[in-house]
């Protein structure tokens, strides 16, 4: 394991109005509100502490000490569903998942298979919670934490989460993806095992994004193809024809109604299209592409009526309106300095019966220098946007910005502890209406309460303890008042952890370098003397593949994954923070953790974009594509094999593939005369590593009797 010093570049993730500026993640540093209206607070070394509102917050529960560490995918899960609203489902490293009250009891745990990867949801109908792990596994764990059964998938999960089916013959249901862009509906327990609905579908390319409608589903493949696909009781079925876009996805669809949908390129290059108006019910583009300069930025933010603001990563901001006849940019876009922090946030109007907010719809524009501008989204010439009032400058770069529960009045935190309360209310701009210097620095997004008397609570959790601040009564932004610390001591544990390392996509193949960082820079003046520690851990047998100790400050990590290391199995990186204590000792302050998903270097693809139909009699041939994803050469041992027992003909055995490299195959599949109108059969072809058997991939195409 090479260990070098290295500069992390700050980067903006944009995570529902939320903006996380610091590089990699923090662990046990954000408070998460739990239905009953008290707080559940992670801290380090995978404990965990409640504490009981509404606000002046005090400590209620804990800590308690959970096994394994904190991790980032998934988040802890707040329940909310009947009789286990607030409780919180709190997972950790090593597939354990821990369901505890409000007050900090156990109501009960379970270790499933594999690592943790994807996200938690809660089943609505029944409060039950699906877990997505490593291997293809989805479990379902009882809101009273017992484990009520699981599916394995082939593959490896996608990292977002299920989807439930809302509407159709499979409502209810989860809809399941994996990286290969098959699909898959899980009928969840019912007094049973979960069980798999149907045929899975497989379609082309890996995924990039899936966005229900009803009892449909839209999905882009990261080539920009765009399928519409049905959830019935006989399993996923494609409707119609692929849609295919120019350049690859910069994010999910957006839905603008009946039917319609745009979606952003990764050129910054806006397309429209409806789901089901295309040749055989499939998608068909609705009219021209609109291009706009510059690389997106954010997710499209919709501003009503139709119009949608667009940032890309020089500042610039568009306004584009969207209708059944496609996309079309209103007035000039609007060049700003800077380089964006966070996506722009609508001011929201106020709720009857207080007084109108006179920025109402327009926008809090802050850059990565501190600048915020007031924006609003048609104020220019031909409906473009248009500043409204001079820039605020604020002396430190910003962290987190949130709106605090006043509309028009914002929490900016800052780097150094800093907090501005941001009054955007004034047709003169945004100004400044308090600001506060914490010690430390912060570890997480503010959170906000409301007390019991009515006024607005921010709560600031940073290195030396949890602040609140009193925002004042609503309406109108009233001026702050002072802030009151729970130190550390109070709150049972540390609230400094160290980021883990940071990796593209969780996933790794035998023999690649990890190139990751180690970030321990947001520390502020917990920075340890004792330095820091990270080590690589084989998640099944719990061994130590390495182990260093770093200083104290950001650094970049080598780690090469073993080549004996097999796929599914799980790498998990733990980096760890010490301090020395008041009494001379050692202490942990901080610790951190973050799984990989150890890949097979070969993957297996059928061309086909829609299954194959064929006369009895025919000969149909059938393209499938390997790909050598590792960074090993490597020859590859090919197999066919069928549902149905046809005559299926593989005119090559073997396979030779560099790094990177792509081949393609071609089956030949004779239909039968015996064969019969509708009969269904899938064709696999399959690769095995001649060097590492244990290195495989394999895909499927389904060849359908046709009618005569």
């Given at each position: 394991?090479?260990?070098?010093?290295?500069r992390?570049?700050?980067?903006?993730?944009?995570?529902?109005?939320?903006?996380?500026?610091?590089?990699?993640?923090?662990?046990?540093q954000?408070?998460?509100?739990?239905?009953?209206?008290d707080?559940?607070?992670?801290?380090?070394?995978?404990?965990?502490?409640?504490?009981?509102g509404?606000?002046?917050?005090?400590?209620?529960?804990?800590?308690?000490?959970?096994?394994?560490?904190?991790?980032?995918?998934?988040?802890?899960?707040?329940?909310?569903?009947?009789?286990?609203a607030?409780?919180?489902?709190?997972?950790?490293?090593?597939?354990?998942?821990?369901?505890?009250?409000?007050?900090?009891?156990?109501v009960?745990?379970?270790?499933?298979?594999?690592?943790h990867?994807?996200?938690?949801?809660?089943?609505?109908?029944?409060?039950?919670?699906?877990?997505?792990?490593?291997?293809?596994?989805?479990?379902?764990?009882?809101?009273?934490?017992?484990?009520?059964?699981?599916?394995?998938?082939?593959?490896e999960?996608?990292?977002?989460?299920?989807?439930?089916?809302?509407?159709?013959?499979?409502?209810?249901?989860?809809?399941?993806?994996?990286?290969?862009?098959?699909?898959?509906?899980?009928a969840p327990?019912?007094?049973?095992?979960?069980?798999?609905?149907?045929?899975?579908?497989?379609?082309?390319?890996?995924?990039?994004?899936?966005?229900?409608?009803?009892?449909?589903?839209?999905?882009?493949?990261?080539?920009?193809?765009?399928?519409?696909?049905?959830?019935?009781?006989g399993?996923?079925?494609?409707?119609?024809?692929?849609?295919?876009?120019?350049?690859?996805?910069?994010?999910?669809?957006?839905?603008?109604?009946?039917?319609?949908?745009?979606?952003?390129?990764?050129?910054?290059?806006?397309?429209?299209?409806?789901?089901?108006?295309g040749?055989?019910?499939?998608?068909?583009?609705?009219?021209?592409?609109?291009?706009?300069g510059?690389?997106?930025?954010?997710?499209?933010?919709?501003?009503g009526?139709g119009?949608?603001?667009?940032?890309?990563q020089?500042?610039?901001?568009?306004?584009?309106?969207?209708?059944?006849?496609?996309?079309?940019?209103?007035?000039?876009?609007l060049?700003?300095?800077?380089?964006?922090?966070?996506?722009?946030?609508?001011?929201?109007?106020a709720?009857?019966?207080?007084?109108?907010?006179p920025?109402?719809?327009?926008?809090?524009?802050?850059?990565?220098?501190?600048?915020?501008?007031?924006?609003?989204?048609?104020?220019?010439?031909?409906?473009?946007?248009?500043?409204?009032?001079?820039p605020?400058?604020?002396?430190?770069?910003?962290?987190?910005?949130v709106?605090?529960?006043?509309?028009?009045?914002?929490?900016?935190?800052?780097?150094?502890?800093?907090?501005?309360?941001?009054?955007?209310?004034?047709?003169g701009?945004?100004?400044?209406?308090?600001?506060?210097?914490f010690?430390?620095?912060?570890?997480?997004?503010?959170?906000?309460?409301?007390?019991?008397?009515?006024?607005?609570?921010?709560?600031?959790?940073?290195?030396?303890g949890?602040?609140?601040?009193?925002?004042?009564?609503?309406?109108?932004?009233?001026?702050?008042?002072?802030?009151?610390?729970?130190?550390?001591?109070q709150?049972?544990?540390?609230?400094?952890?160290?980021?883990?390392?940071?990796?593209?996509?969780g996933?790794?193949?035998?023999?690649?370098v990890?190139?990751?960082?180690?970030?321990?820079?947001?520390?502020?003046?917990q920075?340890?003397?004792?330095?820091?520690?990270?080590?690589?851990?084989?998640?099944?047998?719990?061994?130590?593949?390495?182990?260093?100790?770093?200083?104290?400050?950001?650094?970049?990590?080598?780690?090469?994954?073993?080549?004996?290391?097999?796929?599914?199995?799980?790498?998990?990186?733990?980096?760890?923070?010490?301090?020395?204590?008041?009494?001379?000792?050692?202490?942990?302050?901080?610790?951190?953790?973050?799984?990989?998903?150890?890949?097979?270097p070969?993957?297996?693809?059928?061309?086909?974009?829609?299954?194959?139909?064929?006369?009895?009699?025919?000969?149909?041939?059938?393209?499938?594509?390997?790909?050598?994803?590792?960074?090993?050469?490597?020859?590859?041992?090919?197999?066919?094999?069928?549902?149905?027992?046809?005559?299926?003909?593989?005119?090559?055995a073997?396979?030779p593939?560099?790094?990177?490299?792509?081949?393609?195959v071609?089956?030949?599949?004779?239909?039968?005369?015996?064969?019969?109108?509708?009969?269904?059969?899938?064709?696999?072809?399959?690769?095995?590593?001649?060097?590492?058997?244990?290195?495989?991939?394999?895909?499927?195409?389904?060849?359908?009797?046709?009618?005569?």
């Amino acid at each position: 394991m090479m260990i070098k010093s290295a500069r992390i570049v700050t980067r903006a993730v944009l995570v529902v109005g939320l903006l996380v500026l610091a590089s990699g993640a923090s662990y046990g540093q954000q408070l998460y509100p739990l239905a009953n209206g008290d707080f559940a607070l992670p801290l380090s070394n995978g404990s965990i502490s409640f504490l009981g509102g509404p606000a002046p917050l005090n400590v209620i529960g804990g800590p308690i000490n959970l096994p394994g560490n904190h991790i980032s995918t998934p988040l802890p899960l707040m329940l909310g569903g009947a009789p286990m609203a607030g409780f919180v489902a709190v997972p950790t490293t090593g597939g354990h998942l821990t369901i505890l009250n409000s007050i900090g009891m156990i109501v009960g745990s379970v270790n499933l298979p594999g690592d943790h990867v994807g996200q938690l949801i809660e089943l609505a109908a029944s409060g039950d919670i699906a877990v997505q792990t490593s291997g293809g596994n989805l479990s379902f764990v009882s809101s009273a934490g017992a484990f009520l059964g699981a599916v394995n998938l082939p593959g490896e999960h996608i990292n977002g989460p299920p989807l439930v089916i809302g509407a159709g013959a499979a409502a209810g249901s989860l809809l399941v993806l994996n990286q290969n862009n098959q699909l898959f509906i899980i009928a969840p327990p019912a007094g049973g095992s979960p069980t798999v609905v149907g045929r899975p579908l497989n379609l082309p390319g890996a995924p990039a994004a899936a966005v229900m409608v009803g009892g449909n589903v839209v999905v882009v493949n990261q080539n920009n193809q765009v399928f519409n696909v049905i959830l019935g009781a006989g399993g996923p079925a494609q409707v119609g024809q692929p849609l295919n876009l120019p350049g690859a996805p910069a994010g999910p669809p957006v839905n603008v109604g009946a039917g319609n949908f745009f979606i952003v390129n990764g050129n910054n290059q806006i397309i429209g299209f409806s789901i089901a108006a295309g040749p055989g019910g499939g998608p068909a583009q609705n009219g021209a592409v609109l291009n706009l300069g510059g690389a997106p930025a954010f997710q499209p933010v919709a501003v009503g009526g139709g119009n949608f603001i667009i940032v890309n990563q020089n500042n610039q901001i568009f306004n584009i309106f969207v209708g059944p006849g496609g996309p079309v940019q209103n007035g000039p876009p609007l060049n700003l300095p800077g380089a964006p922090a966070c996506a722009p946030m609508v001011i929201p109007p106020a709720a009857p019966p207080a007084p109108p907010v006179p920025n109402a719809g327009n926008l809090f524009v802050i850059n990565q220098n501190g600048q915020i501008q007031i924006v609003a989204p048609g104020g220019g010439a031909g409906g473009g946007p248009a500043p409204v009032g001079p820039p605020l400058n604020l002396p430190n770069s910003p962290l987190y910005a949130v709106p605090n529960g006043i509309p028009g009045v914002y929490v900016v935190c800052c780097t150094g502890g800093t907090v501005f309360i941001v009054d955007a209310t004034g047709p003169g701009g945004a100004t400044v209406s308090q600001s506060y210097n914490f010690a430390g620095e912060h570890t997480g997004p503010p959170t906000m309460t409301t007390a019991a008397n009515g006024d607005h609570i921010v709560e600031i959790p940073t290195t030396s303890g949890l602040y609140e601040i009193n925002k004042g009564p609503a309406p109108g932004p009233a001026a702050p008042g002072p802030a009151r610390q729970l130190p550390e001591n109070q709150l049972g544990g540390n609230l400094a952890c160290v980021a883990p390392v940071v990796a593209a996509n969780g996933m790794a193949t035998p023999g690649a370098v990890l190139a990751s960082v180690v970030d321990t820079g947001m520390m502020g003046e917990q920075t340890s003397a004792a330095g820091a520690e990270v080590a690589v851990i084989d998640a099944d047998s719990e061994a130590i593949l390495e182990q260093a100790l770093i200083p104290a400050e950001p650094y970049e990590i080598d780690y090469m994954v073993p080549e004996e290391m097999p796929p599914g199995s799980t790498l998990t990186f733990v980096s760890t923070l010490s301090d020395v204590s008041s009494f001379g000792e050692i202490e942990v302050v901080g610790e951190g953790a973050t799984p990989y998903v150890v890949l097979s270097p070969i993957t297996v693809e059928s061309l086909l974009e829609i299954n194959l139909e064929g006369m009895a009699g025919d000969l149909l041939v059938l393209t499938f594509e390997l790909e050598n994803i590792g960074v090993l050469p490597d020859d590859y041992a090919l197999w066919i094999a069928d549902t149905e027992g046809w005559p299926v003909d593989l005119p090559v055995a073997e396979l030779p593939l560099m790094p990177g490299e792509v081949g393609t195959v071609d089956v030949m599949v004779f239909i039968p005369e015996e064969a019969f109108p509708g009969q269904l059969n899938d064709i696999t072809l399959g690769a095995q590593s001649m060097s590492h058997p244990e290195w495989t991939g394999s895909d499927w195409a389904t060849v359908t009797v046709a009618d005569l």
